[in-house]
């Protein structure tokens, strides 16, 4: 047994420092960018590479932390999109502010459909999931005067910054490395909190959960908000970048609603940096493949994807940062021999 | 006016045809340490579940504090004041041994630095601050059992029921768990415990409970219970009567 | 009272097709308690197997069936060994992994045939009967037949079969079919190749019906799954029953209500039925232990 005066010595780290370690890591994946600004083929694939971390790490709460699987999540990326399309084409809104109504709305259904499909366990609420992104698309394709229907939505190129239209492309890549950076600061400090303990335990075991006084429901209601909350602000956002919106591109779940998931998968579900490490491998690997295979082989890039899918989750179920995990701790127990 | 601590009356919980409880009633006051023995499958854990809200009764009521509380979640009666360990141990993979413990502390303390601390204190009193920052996945039986102690007393509950806590421990970790039950009773807190191990009831039970085939069949001390022909018949058989001093 | 009866006629047929391709699925769910998602890959896959059959060797697909059936089989068995099997404790992998498969199989597909759309149904689609008065597709009704030999046949397989009965066991209790002896491993094997043998059946009979298409499998997957949560897990007669009524529930939206909006009618199928009643039409017991709702 060990003497009591041991516990009361344990301190835990200061927020401060974990934020400053974050700030560094993020500060890294920031290189490429600083590298490459004046290229215009690498600072798209940077732009796309920071948005879709950020939209990794939005999933990354309710999927990663809270063990909830949604497949659902592209109908709130398309949510914040057309919202934000619609508020800056129609009331004339800067971007800038359009994007929080947007989100509030993708929040708002979130909260709706969320309601009764938690519910159902594992497989069966990311089955339910997949449904609502089948009934949006539908939706979407059917609405033409909210959504333009299957064709779409186009907004015209406009120049200005408070049209968040840029001419120079490095803009954009900032942009999303500035919206990345805040969804990972505010993915530190919802692990550190109680919300974010409280999803790990509901993730780990729903029983346990209830009788440490969790309600297990309001929890995952909660951490579906914020995701959903942070993926129609990442919508807003790329909908002001492709300024072109249609329901396949917006609703596809390889090339959304599964991307997410899939680069949470490969850079570490439920970590924090993991999202990010996954989109810096996932997205320019992505992009080259379709480029080396996409004219001769069609689908070509999707084969690899699905094979990395099935490859990953049979061999790298904790993504790479977990692996990476397993090798250092490997490494410090060695030194202590 | 004295508080109604914990009074189940006339509990029954039916499963399609199967009595699993069978009108059980007991009470208890603060600063007990009750027993509740019976063999296997006498409804022992099932009871637990009514009490701390796995499940609901088809009969009867729970009332906790002076509060029916027999239609609550179970997440509103752990808020209430009653905290509870699982025959099988359930550490929180994914997180850390502390985080484990700091998922209960969470519950009366908001802040983060609040929680951590509160939690440090619990493992200190379990003895599991030296494997504080081990993943919970990697701890030993006994060290699991231990965890589940703790996230329960992390609760600061009123009443904590402990569903078989000694199970596969050696005689040292049991005489542990033993000297913490009732340094934690000398406090205040009040001991609800299903337990096999007849000697550890004896040793530390004020009051015993039997229970087979979901019916209270005995209640009393230690001693008065376990020498009871209708408790050795249920757990020995009728053969073993005769022989019974 | 004409359309009415032709909508009714239509959606019976559309639920014999859902069936079939169901069975097979909630056969999976019941016993390897997995969520396939690539399951309507595999009626893909065995949709074209059928055509390759018909436009290389001349089989008709009412022959093609007792190749690609076993072929199917085979499949299954080696996606469940190689995929499913170290992936059973993991139930979020398995998403991954079925999601995976799936992308895998509708892309692999795409590259070999290039996009081009095949069709056997030019040969097929003109014969039509009279049923009850009303015109059906020869095609349709087949597989309506089919349908309901394959469910009659399933529950007399499970019924009296030794290893039948061993699914049953394992579908209702895990833990204590592995107790009283029943090699819980080598059951899920031949169930989930069962599984795609249906699937395989399922393809070969549809070819004649639908254009051929790398993503066809898709349309099939969601009915399929609102299909296993209506009718209860690992109930045979719940998923004939569960298809047709699904069939009937779609063609009486689209007919009634926008055809677009019965995309919604999966959604709300799954709410409704998992708020009401989780277990389903003839659930068994321990499908809550799956997860579709959760117990109080």
């Known amino acids: 047994m060990t003497a009591p005066q041991q516990a009361f010595a344990a301190q835990p780290d200061s927020f401060g420092l974990m934020l400053g370690r974050y700030a560094g890591l993020l500060a890294l994946s920031a290189l490429p960018l600083v590298l490459l600004w004046s290229n215009p083929y690498w600072v798209n694939i940077l732009a796309y590479t920071y948005l879709f971390a950020a939209l990794a790490a939005a999933w990354n709460i309710i999927g990663g932390f809270g063990g909830q699987f949604s497949l659902g999540h592209g109908v709130f990326f398309a949510i914040g999109a057309y919202a934000v399309a619609r508020l800056y084409l129609d009331l004339g809104l800067t971007p800038w502010l359009a994007i929080f109504p947007a989100a509030a709305l993708a929040t708002v259904v979130a909260l709706l459909v969320s309601w009764p499909t938690f519910r159902l366990r594992g497989p069966f609420f990311a089955i339910a999931t997949m449904a609502i992104n089948e009934a949006c698309f539908a939706l979407a394709n059917y609405s033409d005067r909210v959504t333009g229907g299957p064709r779409g939505i186009l907004i015209p190129f406009r120049a200005a910054f408070a049209n968040m239209i840029f001419i120079e492309r490095w803009k954009y890549a900032l942009l999303m490395f500035a919206f990345m950076s805040i969804v990972v600061l505010i993915t530190v400090a919802l692990r550190r ?78 970590t924090i940096i993991g999202p990010v490490i996954g989109a810096l491998l996932i997205v320019p690997l992505e992009n080259f493949l379709r480029g080396a295979l996409g004219g001769d082989i069609p689908g070509g890039h999707l084969i690899i994807l699905g094979a990395v899918l099935v490859v990953a989750s049979l061999f790298l179920k904790r993504g790479v940062v977990g692996a990476v995990l397993v090798i250092t701790r490997r490494i410090r127990q060695r030194g202590r021999r | ?72 979640p179970p997440y509103a009666r752990a808020q209430r004041g009653m905290g509870r360990t699982f025959q099988i141990a359930k ?55 231990r965890l589940e102690v703790a996230r329960a007393l992390a609760l600061e509950p009123d009443l904590i029921l402990l569903d078989e806590v000694m199970a596969g421990l050696n005689a040292t970790e049991v005489t542990q768990v033993i000297e913490l039950i009732h340094r934690l009773n000398a406090r205040g807190m009040t001991f609800l415990v299903i337990e096999h191990n007849l000697k550890v009831v004896r040793a530390f039970s004020r009051r015993v409970i039997v229970l087979h085939h979901g019916a209270k069949i005995a209640e009393g001390s230690a001693a008065d219970v376990l020498s009871d022909p209708q408790v050795v018949t249920a757990y020995l058989g009728k053969k073993h009567l005769a022989g019974h001093a | 009272m004409e359309p009415f009866l032709n909508i009714l006629i ?201 254009t051929l298409s790398p993503y066809i499998g898709g349309n099939f997957i969601l009915p399929a799954f609102a299909v296993v949560v209506l009718g209860g897990l690992g109930s045979v007669p719940g998923a004939y029953l569960g298809g047709l009524a699904v069939g009937l529930m779609e063609g009486f939206a689209g007919y009634y209500v926008d055809p677009v909006l019965k995309q919604a009618i999966w959604f709300i199928i799954f709410v409704v039925v998992l708020v009401v009643r989780p277990s389903g039409l003839m659930g068994q017991a321990g499908a809550e232990e799956v997860g579709l709702r959760e117990q109080t």
Do not use: W
């Open chain 1, 193 to 270: 909190g109680r919300l974010g303990h409280y999803l790990l335990a509901v993730r780990a075991d729903e029983d346990a959960a209830r009788a440490a006084g969790i309600d297990v429901l309001k929890v995952k209601l909660q951490g579906m908000a914020l995701s959903a909350l942070l993926t129609g602000i990442g919508g807003g956002l790329f909908a002001m970048y492709v300024r072109v919106l249609d329901p396949p591109s917006l609703f596809s779940l390889p090339d959304i609603g599964v991307k997410f998931a899939l680069i949470s998968l490969i850079g570490g579900i439920g």
């Open chain 3, 10 to 210: 239509s959606g019976i047929l559309l639920g014999g097709i859902y069936s079939l391709v169901s069975i097979g699925l909630n056969l999976i769910f019941g016993v390897v308690r997995i969520v396939n998602f690539a399951q309507g890959e595999l009626v893909m896959l065995a949709m074209y197997a059928t055509f390759f059959c018909f436009a290389k060797f001349g089989i008709g697909p009412y022959y093609a069936v007792f190749l690609v059936a076993p072929l199917m089989f085979v499949v299954g068995l080696a996606v469940q060994r190689l995929v499913l099997q170290p992936l059973q404790n993991e139930p979020m992998m398995q998403i991954f992994a079925t999601f995976g498969l799936l992308i895998l199989f509708e892309n692999s597909v795409l590259a070999i045939t290039r996009g081009e759309g095949y069709s056997l149904t030019g040969s097929y689609s003109s014969v039509v009967i009279d049923v009850f008065g009303l015109k059906a597709s020869m095609t349709r009704v087949i597989v309506f037949i089919a349908a309901s030999a394959i469910a009659l046949g399933l529950m007399l397989f499970l019924s009296r079969t030794m290893a039948g009965k061993a699914i049953r066991a394992v579908i209702q209790d895990r833990q204590s079919a592995r107790l009283m002896g029943i090699n819980v491993e080598r059951t899920y094997l031949l169930t989930f190749g069962l599984g795609s043998a249906l699937a395989g059946v399922a393809g070969a009979l549809l070819a004649p019906i639908y």
């Open chain 2, 91 to 145: 550490p929180l993979t994914g997180m850390t041994t502390r985080e484990n413990v700091m998922v209960g502390a969470f519950m009366r303390h908001r802040a983060h630095a609040d929680a951590f601390a509160h939690a440090s204190a619990v493992l200190a009193e379990v003895g599991l601050t030296a494997r504080a920052e081990v993943p919970a996945a990697e701890l030993t039986l006994s060290e699991r059992r």
């Open chain 2, 1 to 72: 006016m004295t508080e109604r601590f914990l009074a189940v009356e006339r509990v029954t919980r039916r499963f399609a045809g199967l009595v699993a409880v069978d009108g059980v009633s007991f009470s208890m006051d603060r600063g007990d340490i009750l027993s509740l023995i019976g063999p296997n499958g006498a409804g022992k854990t099932t009871l637990f579940n009514l009490i701390t809200g796995q499940l609901k009764p088809s009969e009867g009521t729970i009332v906790f504090r002076n509060e029916r509380i027999d239609q609550f």
